[in-house]
């Protein structure tokens, strides 16, 4: 195991540039999620740490050895990419002990590492299977007792789950997060979903265009976003965004663009007349009996959903879900005083997107 330290790394293309400098520290036996949207550069930054594409700018070392210009068989890591790739024409054993094979160990020593693998990943009865008679989320598995059995510093995965459905998705999430307890590698983890990040890791690094908007824990990020695309990216349904400014006449006062007024709970000197964007999570919403400072949204879609009940609601040109406990008698059409929660209010810039609170 091994701590990786990526510091100022940059990547070019020719004239494109797709990483601009990005720093990220990962301690040793931490699992980090790089997460972004698509073309954002993040198998770009894997492929690197992997020693499968050059290094621009800036250093990336594992352990504290500069890898820069080590092959990657010298790297000590071992990759689970998106299609798993296994040799078709090998069984599932013989997938597994391949990279052993390769590096000339011993039988004796190949069998109880692989042995160890097949347990670790429930695989006992598909020993003499070949791909092709396995299913989607088996394979899954195989390709990750191929990179158990090298022992790495280092697990890197590249969205090894997008190939699955939505079921075997959830099951195997829980898999490779338990797998990880017990072995405690270092993983960097790779995916634009952002529910596996939250539930994944120890650590996510949100990526935007080749740079890095905000590194944290997931709860770090969910409940303190550095600015408003981290904010819209984390959390199912997304954070609500209220679009108004400071109230001229007091600092503590948000007026919405759709003529609501509400009050912030904490003042904003110097900010009077400014442009901001509110942002309040679905489940962070009040419903209060009608009342002079609150935000007056109208039902458009009722959910109920057991748990909880969504709400979409209108206000002015903007569109709000809310998610409530309770099960109130409401009706389409009906109008809504909301207010958000103490401490549950965000404040961002509208103009830049950074955070203001
Ligand atoms: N070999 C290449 N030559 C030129 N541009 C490339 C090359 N590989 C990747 N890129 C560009 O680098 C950027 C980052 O690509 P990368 O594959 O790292 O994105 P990603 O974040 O993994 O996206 P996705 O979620 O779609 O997998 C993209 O704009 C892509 O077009
Ligand atoms: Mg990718």
């Not at 069984?91 to 160890?116: C, H, I, R, Y």
Request: charged share 20%.
């Amino acid at each position: 195991m091994a701590s990786v330290t990526i510091t100022n790394t940059q990547k070019s293309y020719g004239a494109a540039k797709v990483l601009h400098g990005v720093d990220i520290d990962i301690e040793d036996g931490e699992f980090v999620v790089l997460v972004g949207p698509s073309g954002c550069g993040k198998s770009t930054l894997l492929r690197m740490l992997a020693g499968l594409e050059s290094i621009s700018g800036g250093t990336i070392s594992i352990g504290d050895k500069v890898m820069n210009d080590v092959p990657p068989k010298q790297r000590d890591i071992a990759m689970v990419f998106q299609n798993y790739a296994l040799y078709p024409h090998m069984t599932v054993e013989d997938n597994m002990s391949f990279s052993l094979k390769l590096k000339g160990v011993p039988a004796e020593e190949k069998k109880q590492k692989v042995g160890q693998a097949v347990a670790i990943l429930g695989l006992e009865n598909l020993l003499g299977r070949y791909p092709k008679e396995l299913s989607g989320g088996q394979r899954q598995r195989v390709a990750m007792g191929r990179a158990i059995v090298r022992d790495p510093q280092v697990f890197l995965f590249d969205e090894p789950l997008s190939n699955l459905d939505a079921k075997l998705r959830v099951q195997m999430r829980a898999e490779i997060k338990q797998l990880h307890q017990r072995l405690r590698t270092t993983t960097v983890y790779v995916t634009h979903d952002q529910i596996e990040a939250m539930t994944m890791a120890d650590k996510i690094v949100v990526m935007r265009d080749g740079g890095v908007e905000q590194i944290g824990t997931p709860l770090d990020l969910y409940d303190n976003p550095a600015n408003l695309f981290v904010a819209s990216f984390l959390g199912s349904p997304g954070m609500n965004f209220v679009t108004g400014k400071i109230s001229t006449d007091d600092a503590s006062a948000f007026e919405t663009n759709g003529g609501s007024r509400i009050d912030l709970k904490e003042a904003f000197p110097g900010l009077n007349g400014k442009p901001v964007t509110l942002g309040v999570r679905p489940e962070n919403w009040t419903l209060l009996p009608s009342s002079e400072r609150s935000l007056e949204a109208t039902i458009s879609v009722i959910e109920p959903t057991g748990a909880e009940t969504m709400l979409l609601l209108g206000h002015g040109k903007e569109q709000l879900t809310v998610s409530i406990k309770q099960r109130p008698r409401l009706v389409v059409g009906e109008q809504l005083h909301l207010a958000p929660q103490p401490n549950s209010i965000h404040l961002f810039d509208t103009a830049t997107g950074r955070r203001l609170n």
